[in-house]
């Protein structure tokens, strides 16, 4: 269940992989340095908050997770929540938030749970993403351009109203650094991808600053002295209403470090060629989570991006995650000052290209013009993501899929009866096409598909086709993968309705999955397993045995 893949790898490190472990965890770690700040500053908390979290969780998702290459860190994708959180209920909500969605990703792993979270529908998370990204990017507007901060509205549409009304107060210089910083992060990679553009422009435009004296608001301007130390959080203020109003955010964030971190080891798994651990790769995500916040940090996940550098610049082992946590640790405790003097300007277009990344534009446009069920889906999670929030929106968006997903089955699946000729058993792994005859008073009801809730109409459409009660009924199930409750409860109906007309059942080809739903309802023991037939042949051949003596109805 719980299985680190660190255990087993350490031991096969040798020299001359331990290398490029060290070189790929040294520059994830200069990677990761800009976005652990500018992330924090976004979530609203102070700049440490971001270097702290890289640190332990960093630390703990490499050393217990379930994937060799995965980083973990803050993350784009739970800003918003955290945002929120500390709007609402200060630093004390960030750490129990936290911790809270760590123990619900450990339960999760020992569910099993990351099996079937890393399936999440894709429209799903390209809708939330996106959303998350303008959300972040609308937030950022105010710091890249210098705009007046006071009055500033919470939601995205009446931020963007607030920003066109003082559209007259726009800091050029603010902006032309934003832009600047934009610009080399996003152009520097086609240049040389060793040094990350994100770093350089933050260097370059902190240099222009100190250089010509620019009027810039900074870290240090907004948020004083760096703190350069590991904090005990305060557990005592903590009460159980201050629970209960967190746990549907706690979940939220739960869902989102899940689905971020699954989803970038199964991206990390195709350029690795190797395969992690989901459910032990949540409770390590889990254990990160409830550490985190009790030293200082916040909520973090598995990130992609930091992962890909990871792999590019030849990462192999949890080794490369554990270096880039020990480069962040040392500049945080020997060099977190010099961090004051960054503009917020830069930090912002750092995150503006970050909120491009996330947006995954491409993957939106294609969704919109596949089926109408999945573009519904993504649009509704977007615009819900935007403008209600994921509190709403996730949970919506997860049952909108399903309803699509219960539909697509439905439509799958067919119930037909059968009077006069049956398709035979070997029809389809041959090319001729062969049919057996029915005999009189006896009746096929053919069920191809799942027998679940979803065709519980369709089974009484095709018995009202009933004109005249047969002698003998053969239900066809070798179609049938599984049946539900619904299923079992509208077969046991109709066995009871032919047993009251005299009519004798006949199942025919059930599957392994099917006989064992119906032997735990009893259905099994009730038809009687002399009535239970391997194959259509099979059961018309015990058909006409029966129909010899049994006596003719008609309604």
């Given at each position: 269940?719980?299985?680190?893949?660190?255990f087993?790898?350490?031991?096969?490190?040798?020299?001359?992989?331990?290398l490029?472990d060290?070189t790929?965890?040294?520059?994830?770690g200069v990677v990761?340095l800009p976005?652990?700040?500018?992330?924090?500053i976004?979530?609203?908390?102070?700049?440490?908050?971001?270097?702290i979290?890289?640190?332990?969780v960093?630390?703990f998702?490499?050393?217990?997770?379930?994937s060799r290459?995965?980083?973990?860190?803050?993350?784009?994708?739970?800003?918003v929540?955290?945002y929120?959180?500390?709007?609402?209920?200060?630093l004390e909500?960030?750490?129990?938030v936290?911790i809270?969605?760590?123990?619900?990703l450990?339960i999760?792993?020992l569910?099993?749970?990351?099996?079937?979270?890393?399936?999440?529908?894709?429209p799903?998370?390209v809708?939330?993403?996106?959303?998350i990204?303008l959300?972040i990017f609308?937030?950022q507007i105010?710091?890249?351009?210098?705009?007046?901060g006071?009055?500033?509205?919470?939601?995205?549409?009446?931020?963007?109203i607030?920003?066109?009304?003082?559209?007259d107060?726009?800091?050029?210089?603010?902006?032309?650094?934003g832009?600047?910083?934009?610009?080399?992060?996003?152009?520097w990679?086609?240049?040389?991808r060793?040094m990350p553009?994100?770093l350089l422009?933050?260097?370059v435009?902190?240099a222009?600053?100190?250089?010509?004296?620019l009027d810039?608001?900074?870290?240090?301007s907004k948020?004083?002295q760096?703190?350069?130390?590991?904090?005990?959080?305060?557990?005592s203020?903590?009460?159980?209403?201050?629970i209960?109003?967190?746990?549907?955010?706690a979940?939220?964030l739960a869902?989102?470090?899940?689905i971020e971190?699954l989803?970038?080891?199964?991206v990390?798994?195709?350029?690795?060629g190797?395969?992690?651990?989901?459910?032990?790769e949540?409770?390590?995500q889990?254990i990160?989570?409830?550490?985190s916040?009790l030293?200082?940090?916040?909520?973090?996940?598995?990130?992609?991006?930091?992962t890909m550098?990871?792999?590019r610049?030849g990462?192999?082992?949890p080794?490369?995650?554990i270096?880039?946590?020990?480069?962040?640790l040392l500049?945080?405790?020997?060099?977190?000052n010099l961090?004051?003097?960054?503009?917020?300007?830069?930090?912002?277009?750092?995150l503006?290209?970050?909120?491009?990344?996330m947006?995954e534009?491409?993957?939106?446009?294609?969704?919109?013009?596949?089926?109408?069920?999945?573009a519904?889906?993504?649009?509704v999670?977007?615009?819900?993501?935007?403008?209600?929030?994921?509190?709403f929106?996730?949970?919506f968006?997860?049952?909108l899929a399903m309803i699509?997903?219960v539909?697509?089955?439905?439509e799958?699946?067919?119930i037909?009866?059968?009077r006069?000729?049956v398709?035979?058993?070997r029809?389809?792994?041959?090319?001729?096409?062969?049919?057996?005859e029915?005999?009189?008073?006896?009746?096929?009801?053919q069920?191809?598909g799942p027998?679940?809730?979803?065709?519980?109409?369709?089974?009484?459409e095709?018995?009202?086709?009933?004109?005249e009660?047969?002698?003998?009924r053969?239900?066809?199930?070798?179609?049938?993968?599984?049946?539900d409750?619904?299923g079992?409860k509208n077969?046991?109906s109709?066995?009871?309705?032919?047993?009251?007309?005299?009519?004798?059942?006949?199942?025919?080809?059930v599957t392994?999955k099917?006989k064992?739903?119906?032997?735990k309802?009893?259905?099994?023991d009730?038809i009687?397993e002399?009535n239970?037939?391997?194959n259509?042949e099979c059961?018309?051949?015990?058909?006409r045995k029966?129909?010899?003596?049994q006596?003719s109805?008609t309604?």
């Amino acid at each position: 269940m719980f299985e680190p893949v660190f255990f087993d790898t350490i031991k096969k490190v040798k020299k001359r992989r331990f290398l490029p472990d060290l070189t790929a965890g040294i520059i994830v770690g200069v990677v990761a340095l800009p976005l652990a700040i500018a992330f924090a500053i976004a979530s609203g908390v102070p700049p440490e908050m971001g270097l702290i979290t890289a640190v332990v969780v960093g630390f703990f998702v490499s050393f217990l997770g379930g994937s060799r290459v995965q980083i973990g860190g803050p993350s784009g994708a739970l800003i918003v929540v955290i945002y929120g959180v500390v709007q609402q209920f200060g630093l004390e909500g960030v750490v129990v938030v936290a911790i809270m969605a760590g123990i619900m990703l450990i339960i999760m792993g020992l569910m099993r749970a990351g099996t079937i979270i890393q399936f999440m529908p894709y429209p799903i998370v390209v809708g939330f993403t996106s959303g998350i990204a303008l959300i972040i990017f609308t937030s950022q507007i105010q710091e890249f351009f210098g705009l007046p901060g006071t009055g500033l509205p919470s939601d995205p549409a009446g931020k963007w109203i607030h920003y066109f009304r003082h559209i007259d107060q726009i800091n050029y210089v603010a902006g032309g650094m934003g832009l600047l910083t934009v610009l080399i992060t996003g152009l520097w990679p086609r240049i040389n991808r060793r040094m990350p553009g994100s770093l350089l422009a933050i260097i370059v435009v902190t240099a222009l600053a100190s250089i010509f004296d620019l009027d810039l608001k900074t870290i240090g301007s907004k948020f004083g002295q760096f703190s350069a130390s590991f904090r005990l959080a305060d557990l005592s203020t903590i009460s159980l209403d201050l629970i209960g109003q967190l746990f549907v955010p706690a979940f939220i964030l739960a869902m989102l470090v899940s689905i971020e971190s699954l989803l970038s080891a199964i991206v990390a798994d195709g350029a690795t060629g190797y395969r992690h651990r989901p459910n032990t790769e949540l409770m390590a995500q889990g254990i990160a989570n409830i550490i985190s916040p009790l030293v200082g940090g916040m909520a973090g996940s598995g990130a992609l991006a930091k992962t890909m550098t990871n792999i590019r610049n030849g990462g192999k082992s949890p080794l490369a995650g554990i270096f880039h946590a020990i480069v962040l640790l040392l500049f945080m405790l020997f060099l977190g000052n010099l961090a004051m003097k960054i503009p917020l300007a830069a930090l912002s277009g750092v995150l503006v290209v970050v909120c491009y990344n996330m947006s995954e534009w491409r993957s939106f446009k294609n969704i919109l013009k596949s089926s109408r069920g999945e573009a519904s889906v993504l649009l509704v999670t977007f615009l819900l993501t935007v403008f209600v929030g994921l509190n709403f929106a996730l949970p919506f968006g997860i049952i909108l899929a399903m309803i699509l997903f219960v539909n697509r089955v439905m439509e799958t699946t067919d119930i037909e009866v059968l009077r006069h000729e049956v398709e035979d058993e070997r029809s389809h792994i041959s090319e001729d096409f062969e049919t057996l005859e029915i005999p009189e008073g006896v009746e096929v009801f053919q069920i191809k598909g799942p027998f679940f809730f979803g065709i519980a109409n369709k089974f009484e459409e095709a018995e009202q086709e009933i004109r005249e009660i047969p002698k003998v009924r053969i239900i066809r199930m070798r179609r049938v993968p599984f049946i539900d409750s619904t299923g079992l409860k509208n077969l046991r109906s109709f066995y009871e309705r032919s047993k009251r007309h005299n009519t004798q059942i006949i199942l025919s080809g059930v599957t392994p999955k099917a006989k064992s739903a119906l032997k735990k309802e009893g259905l099994y023991d009730d038809i009687g397993e002399e009535n239970i037939c391997d194959n259509i042949e099979c059961s018309l051949a015990h058909a006409r045995k029966l129909v010899l003596v049994q006596p003719s109805i008609t309604s």
